[in-house]
């Protein structure tokens, strides 16, 4: 048995302390050890961003990056996006605009354009179709994400969403 | 108030925004990890495998009693294969898999499939149909010399006199490039062993989860009782999902053999390399016009690259058999000859994907209708014009009956919202400027909502088609419809509950529609061809109707009237012309605990129906603007316009995502997407790096313009929208990029047109022009 590190892992904002491999990647550790599934694996190798995270606030592909790498950083998942049953308003603008179809590349998108708008809250439309360009989707063809993406981006704006997030 | 026509947020989203989807990997926590280990040569002969001792390794020997899957098409020029779980004694293509390993997690797994070691005496393999055709080839499966699997033949009497009759032939080699449906979730199952029973609940990433429960129960020689198959959330499937593969059949016996939980979860390379493929065709075509452009006849050899097994249940027919019976299309064929052929080869099992043959079969179509109106002289929509399908009911070539369709009015649609006119003016100052924009039409039949008829026509021997829902008001007032449909993204459950609704005058978040258990649904064919909103939605509208009589009668004895009189609306049942009404959920309650004073209804509200309609036929054009850089060969999409008919819509916000994914994955294949086989039968597109699917970057805004010709063809006046989209971007794409290099005189005649392509179709034209 391969030797194994304790770490722990502030996630949404509670702590969950792990015993993993040093190959585990954060998405298995996430997923597996923390019971957080709703970041999905589409290719396991960087391209399709369905993993998507923030870690330190910073959009993150969980499976490039060691669990061990994370050890006490703030990790936020697709789980830790809304407040209770109340939909972030990406997520609402998501469902109001038919957003997703199969909701597998959905998790991705939600936290890139969350990550993306928090550290800029002023994009275009333009600045954010590039950076919504490295994710993945087979589904939607695009156009409703964006849609849903610009228009959370108009409402984000005009109510910025509490600092206590 | 009626909720068909309203675009209705999906009931399926809020759970799949928060993260709490369940897709089959989530359901793998606690299970025993599952790996193949696959072949990597393409042909050859198995001498011997290694397997490390006191692990968890089977190779075919272990697997006593389990048959090879053996699709079976009641064709006299059908020949059957078998494929074997594991493979044994001999290897067919790159990928395959040899043995299976279980371990505790997926990295142990992995580290021991390393050590398992297959010695095969590598052969030359074939990987191409020409070299599979060739005089003297090696027959891939020994019983089949010649490689051809599948073969149909059709040859109208009067095919001859029109070509000899013809002011112009146009003749086309046209082909299309393998691809991959490419779901952003790969497939993957748990097998949960339950040891009371001794039963397996397999959870599984599929679209057809009835079907897959006969076709293990078949090949593991079990009691179909013994197994429940759940499709849990599913990650998109577009055809992908339908087959019953090896893996699923290797978990379940695992699962009982083990007395244990397995899992397996592909990774995306096991989804390249062994997953189903599809559109590796070849197209020779010609198509006899007169002088006035009108189409006299086609003569068509056609061929698709099957791989090296046949998919069940619908058989390595598909491709082919759709090729041969839709080439014609939307346009009137008088005289029809076709030959349609599957070849086996030693690559990755064809199978079915968005569009079956129809993306190259509307391309075939399409390239015609532009080549004979540039050598006739006579404007691209003229020609159209002239042979566009036009009086209904019409019977093509093949003796498939269309139903009412919008064809030449989508047409002028199209026409009209790109405008044409302003484009051409455009495009010369563009020209001059030094800018080559071209702009393309696509104007096609999709086929939708086929029951049985179709399928037996094809000689199936499993024949899919109807639907049957079991729908019940409970006695709280809510309704539970239980469909054998399996939708994988669609949004079906949101688009049935609105036609449930306006049956049972109850609003739709009180109508919950369960999928994708074989122990909770009626046995049904799943999600694929389009069908599910016209053959599910008609059996809930059937089985909610029922529903519907019996709180009608309820209500009539509760309110002393007389049924005609009691209307189901806003979640009351009112009497007609009176003030009087009660809540349905009160009447449901009667219905189940006082049915002794029902006793011409008897107890509760509960109904089944089956649905099992002929077809019907949707209808689009696609327009596009292009521009290509002639330098680098890169093609940008400047506009991209759809004309669709889909007869009724139910729900318009899903009808128009399916067709923006359709497009988009249409874009795909006219531009980027292959995958690729070195000679020897090795796939080099393994990853996302190397397969290229579309990203936001290449994907236009797509702008939809619906027409709704209600037709008879189906009860709720719907037709089927699922592939559209796919089947007719590729065509307009091609088209448009023709257009655009006009001045260069250039045929583009293979997809993917990436820009290695196009740059050597510039170079060899301008060599041409100056040699
Ligand atoms: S799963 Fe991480 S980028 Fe695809
Ligand atoms: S919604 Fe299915 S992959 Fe994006």
Redesign the interface.
């Known amino acids: 048995m ?1 030797n194994k590190h304790v770490i722990t892992l502030i996630v949404n904002g509670k702590d969950y302390t792990l015993s993993v ?1 040093a ?2 990647t954060l998405a ?1 550790a996430l ?2 050890d923390c ?11 960087g ?2 961003g ?1 993993c998507t995270v923030l870690v330190d606030d910073k959009p993150v592909r969980s499976c490039l990056m060691f669990a061990v790498q994370a050890e006490g950083c703030s990790v936020r ?3 830790g ?2 407040k209770g049953d109340a ?1 972030h308003l990406l ?1 609402k603008a ?3 605009n ?1 957003g ?8 991705g998108f ?1 936290m890139l354009a969350a990550g993306a708008l928090e550290a800029d809250p002023d994009l275009s439309e333009e600045e954010i ?2 950076i ?15 849609k849903s993406v610009c228009l959370a981006a108009n409402e984000m704006r005009a109510c910025p969403p509490s600092a206590d997030r | 108030m009626s909720w068909i026509g309203r ?1 209705l ?2 009931l ?3 759970s ?8 089959v ?2 359901l793998a ?1 606690g299970a025993a990890s599952v790996k193949f280990v696959r072949s990597p040569v393409a042909a050859g002969r198995i001498l011997s495998i290694d397997v490390p001792d006191g692990e968890l390794v089977f190779t075919a020997a272990d697997l006593d009693g389990v048959k090879p899957i053996c699709p079976i098409l009641h064709r006299p020029d059908y020949i059957a294969v078998e494929q074997p779980i594991l493979a044994k004694d001999r290897v067919m293509f790159c990928g395959q898999a040899l043995a299976v390993v279980v371990a505790e ?3 142990l797994a992995e580290d021991l499939a390393e050590e398992v070691y297959a010695d095969i005496d590598a052969e030359d393999a074939i990987v191409d149909m020409e070299a599979a055709l060739a005089e003297g080839a090696v027959a891939v499966h020994a019983h089949a010399p010649g490689n051809v699997l599948v073969e149909g033949v059709l040859r109208s009497p009067g095919l001859d006199a029109a070509f000899a009759d013809a002011a112009e032939i146009v003749t086309l080699d046209l082909r299309s490039g393998r691809q991959s449906a ?5 497939r993957g199952g748990v097998a949960q062993y339950d040891r009371i029973s001794g039963r397996v609940t397999l959870y599984a990433s599929v679209q057809m989860p009835h079907m897959l429960r006969t076709g293990l129960a078949d090949v593991l020689q079990i009691p179909e009782a013994d197994l429940r198959v759940v499709a849990p ?4 499937g ?1 055809g992908q999902k339908m087959s019953l593969f090896p893996e699923y059949v290797a978990l379940v016996w695992l699962a009982r053999k083990l007395e244990r939980d397995v899992a397996w979860i592909e ?2 390379r096991e989804n390249f390399l062994a997953s189903s493929h599809s559109r590796d065709q070849s197209f020779h075509v010609r198509g006899a016009f007169a002088k006035d452009g009108t189409l006299l006849g086609i003569d068509a050899d056609l061929k698709s690259n099957v791989g090296a097994f046949s998919c069940y249940p619908v058989t390595c027919g598909v491709e082919p058999l759709m090729a041969l019976a839709e080439l014609p299309g939307p346009y009137k064929v008088p005289e029809y000859g076709v030959r349609s052929r599957g070849v086996t080869t030693n690559t990755g099992m064809m199978a079915p994907y968005r569009g079956v043959s129809r993306p190259m079969l509307t391309l075939t179509m399409e390239r015609m209708m532009d080549v004979a109106a540039r050598r006739l002289g006579i404007d691209p929509i003229e020609i159209r014009r002239r042979n566009l399908i036009d009086s209904f009911p019409h019977r093509s070539p093949t003796g498939l009956v269309y139903d009412e369709g919008s064809y030449k009015e989508a047409m002028d649609r199209a026409v009209a919202a790109i405008d044409l006119t302003g484009f051409r003016a455009r495009q010369k100052e563009a020209r001059a400027a030094g800018r080559y924009l071209g702009i393309g039409f696509s104007v096609f039949s999709e086929r939708t909502g086929y029951g049985t008829p179709a399928y037996a026509a094809r000689g199936m021997n499993i024949v899919p088609g109807y639907e049957i829902v079991s729908c019940a008001m409970d006695p709280s007032g809510f309704v539970e419809a239980r469909i054998g449909s399996s939708p ?4 079906l459950k949101t688009a049935l509950a609105q036609l449930i609704a306006d049956e049972l005058g109850v609003e739709p978040g009180k109508i919950k529609v369960f999928s994708g258990d074989t122990d909770a649904t009626p046995y049904g064919w799943g999600t694929f061809a389009s069908r599910s909103m016209v053959i599910a939605g008609g059996a809930c509208k059937l089985a909610a109707g029922k529903v519907a009589t019996r709180l009608r009668s309820v209500a009539a004895v509760m309110m002393q009237a007389s049924e005609d009189h009691i209307v189901l609306e806003d979640g009351l049942a009112r009497v007609t012309g009176t003030n009087q009404s009660l809540p349905i959920p009160e009447v449901a309650r009667a219905a189940y605990h006082q049915s002794h004073r029902f006793p011409q209804s008897g107890p509760g509200l509960i109904e089944n129906a089956t649905y099992d309609p002929g077809g019907t036929f949707s209808n689009a054009c696609h327009a596009c603007i292009v521009e290509v850089d002639i330098e680098t060969g890169g093609v940008k999409i400047e506009r991209f316009i759809v004309a669709e008919d889909a007869g009724l819509l139910i729900n318009p ?2 009808v ?2 399916q ?7 249409g874009i795909a294949n006219a531009l980027f997407e292959e995958l690729i086989y070195d000679e020897t039968g090795n796939l080099l597109t393994v ?3 190397d397969y290229l ?1 579309p ?3 290449e ?1 236009p ?2 702008e939809i313009e619906h027409l709704e010709t209600v037709s008879d063809a189906t009860i709720t006046k719907a037709k089927g929208v699922g592939e559209g ?1 796919a089947i007719g971007a590729p065509a307009a794409i091609i088209n448009a990029m023709v257009d655009a290099l006009s001045p260069f005189g250039i045929e583009i005649v293979r997809m993917p047109a990436t820009p290695q392509y196009i740059r050597k179709l510039i170079r060899e034209a301008e060599r041409d022009a100056h040699g």
Request: aromatic share 6%; glycine share 14%; proline share 4%.
């Open positions: 391969a491999e190959r585990r298995d997923r597996d019971g957080l599934t709703g970041t999905h694996l589409g290719c396991e190798h391209v399709c369905a998942t697709v789980e996006l809304a939909l997520q998501f469902w109001e038919h997703l179809q199969c909701g597998f590349c959905t998790p939600l179709r590039d919504l360009s490295s994710n993945l989707c087979r589904c939607t063809g695009y156009q409703n994400i964006i | 675009s947020p999906r399926e989203d809020p799949l925004l928060m993260g709490r989807g369940r897709y990997a989530d926590r997690d997926q990295g490419m779901p952003l979730e790969g959330d599913v990650g998109g577009f990774d995306r994988h993204g669609q949004g916000m899903i128009d995502g067709i923006h994914g359709g497009v988009a994955q990853s996302l790096a699917p990203t936001m970057a994907v805004t797509i989209g």
